[in-house]
């Protein structure tokens, strides 16, 4: 069964950094590319940025480009993103995804809000 556990979230003034977390567990995980997608309140949900299999790539949205850092931890079947010069528009609720073959499988979410 696959399980996907992020962490990491919180509230943080713009200009700051948090570090997400997402715990995988029920598959080869570094047999896998892995995602973070967020959504804001009224808006479609939308890709953040992956990382390939062992890492060789990534590739990162437009809006997040330069601030974001997507790393991968096959040891420990995790993936984080480390987030610095966060903008108000941030503010999302985050999500962990692994595609595996047909199947997605996301994991439950943790709030980002970036607020003054």
């Known amino acids: 069964q696959v399980q996907l556990v992020e962490s990491g979230g919180g509230l943080v003034q713009p200009g700051g950094s948090l570090r997400l977390s997402c715990a995988a567990s029920g598959f080869f995980f570094s047999s896998y590319a892995m995602s973070w997608y967020r959504q804001a309140p009224g808006k479609e949900r939308e890709l953040v940025a992956t990382?390939?299999?062992?890492?060789?790539?990534?590739n990162y949205a437009d809006s997040v480009k330069g601030r974001f850092t997507i790393s991968r931890d096959d040891p420990k079947n995790t993936v984080h993103i480390q987030m610095n010069s966060l903008k108000p528009e941030d503010t999302a609720v985050y999500y962990c995804?692994?595609?595996?073959?047909?199947?997605?499988?996301w994991g439950q979410g943790t709030q980002v809000t970036v607020s003054s």
């Open positions: 990382i390939s299999s062992a890492g060789r790539s990534t």
């Open positions: 995804n692994a595609r595996l073959g047909a199947v997605e499988n």
